[in-house]
């Protein structure tokens, strides 16, 4: 197995337990390095540090799997870690759905399974675990006798790592459009066409926590995917539910989900541009009970985290004026980059220049089953936030 050797020194990222190790942090590597591979990495002074998969064309140069000398990588390796994901995930109380395996925080760099009942969704987002989708694959049906695999491996990151863009079957073929069940309620998933891997299930504990703010509340929900909150909030006795995305296909689907349930008669879906609808809107007067905000990541990029911020202020600042005073805002954010301290102090400035003021009610992260690693930032990227208005 080729060896890579670690500068003298390095940021204390590694000792710490991260699992990323940069291409300027390797002084040397003995043998010749094919992309895909498992590495062994040492300290400058030859400590053992771990194994990992290797790709020359990322800047991320190894990603480590384990940090026990004996571990092989292999197909047992990969049975035993997604075994254990689905003890820990049974511990937290899942049982249908969740994410199965949150990459980098259940030490499995650049993995994401989310399971949806008996269906399960992949992204390989790395070339060193593209190349052990057999084992990934084999270890699920061996654990989960599935009735579906399905590789949803269409995300731009892959390009960074000489990865094509793809998605497709991993098992035998079936309907990839399911129906699973959330809270008692029941949702479509379009897991071959849906965004990302076909559902948020790192809000499925957050859309409980609207249950008693909503009870007799006029809603409105925007950027609202397939109306998962809105349908909640329907469910949970609002008197009336209006939910906007700018996507056709949501709002097709939002209103299929609502069928599904018998709460047509309650929620409305539209679709709209949110920049536009919301700032119209306050001009026009129209006040509600409840507004909820779910937009989808406004950067990946450090340099426009500050545009990133001005967005969320502009739509949170038009939603607060939009709420009757005692009224609730429901908010959220799944931007990594920018912080739970950076996202409350926009709250604050949003507030203050609408002139509200604000009582916080609850202040939450994404559900247990996307687990938070402390000094891994991108582990922690959800804020969800509820606050009176006002
Ligand atoms: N609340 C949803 C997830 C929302 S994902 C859930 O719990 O499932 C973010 C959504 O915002 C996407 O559906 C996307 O189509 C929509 N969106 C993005 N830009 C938008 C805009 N400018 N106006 C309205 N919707 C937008």
């Avoid at 049982?95 to 990459?103: A, S």
């Avoid at 809603?219 to 949970?236: D, P, Q, R």
């Amino acid at each position: 197995m080729n060896k890579a050797f670690l500068k003298r020194t390095i940021s204390p990222r590694v000792v710490n337990g991260h699992p990323w190790i940069f291409n300027n942090e390797v002084e040397k590597i003995d043998g010749v390095i094919n992309g895909g591979e498992i590495v062994e990495v040492f300290t400058h002074d030859k400590k053992f540090v771990g194994k990992g998969y290797i790709n020359p064309k990322s800047q991320i140069l190894v990603r480590l799997l384990t940090r026990n000398k004996t571990d092989e990588i292999n197909d047992r390796f990969f049975l035993q870690r997604l075994t254990a994901c689905w003890k820990y995930r049974q511990r937290l109380g899942y049982r249908e759905n969740c994410r199965l395996v949150f990459g980098e925080a259940d030490a499995l760099p650049q993995l994401i399974i989310d399971k949806f009942n008996d269906y399960f969704v992949i992204q390989t987002l790395a070339l060193g675990i593209d190349v052990w989708k057999p084992s990934i694959v084999k270890a699920l049906e061996s654990i989960f006798h599935p009735k579906g695999i399905y590789e949803r491996n269409d995300v731009s990151v892959r390009e960074l790592e000489g990865l094509t863009r793809q998605k497709g079957f991993l098992s035998d073929p079936f309907s990839t459009q399911i129906i699973i069940t959330e809270n008692g309620l029941s949702f479509y998933v379009d897991i071959e066409n849906g965004q990302k891997t076909g559902y948020f299930l790192d809000q499925q504990d957050n859309r409980r926590a609207i249950q008693y703010i909503v009870k007799d509340a006029d809603v409105l929900g925007v950027f609202m995917y397939t109306g998962s909150f809105e349908i909640h909030a329907a469910h949970y006795g609002a008197k009336s539910v209006l939910g906007l995305d700018i996507s056709a296909s949501a709002v097709e689907q939002a209103i299929q989900n609502a069928a599904l349930n018998r709460l047509g008669d309650i929620c409305r879906f539209e679709t709209a541009n949110a920049f536009d609808v919301l700032k119209q809107w306050g001009k026009d007067g129209r006040q509600y009970d409840v507004v909820m905000l779910d937009p989808p990541a406004f950067t990946k990029s450090r340099d426009t985290i500050q545009k990133a911020i001005n967005g969320y202020k502009e739509i949170n600042l038009r939603g607060m004026k939009l709420i009757k005073p005692g009224g609730f805002l429901v908010t959220s954010s799944c931007t990594a980059l920018v912080s739970p301290g950076m996202f409350l102090e926009m709250i604050d400035t949003a507030a203050k220049d609408a002139k509200r003021k604000i009582r916080q009610v609850t202040f939450q992260t994404q559900s247990g089953d996307h687990p938070v690693i402390r000094g891994m930032e991108n582990t922690h990227y959800l804020k969800f936030l509820i606050v009176e208005v006002q």
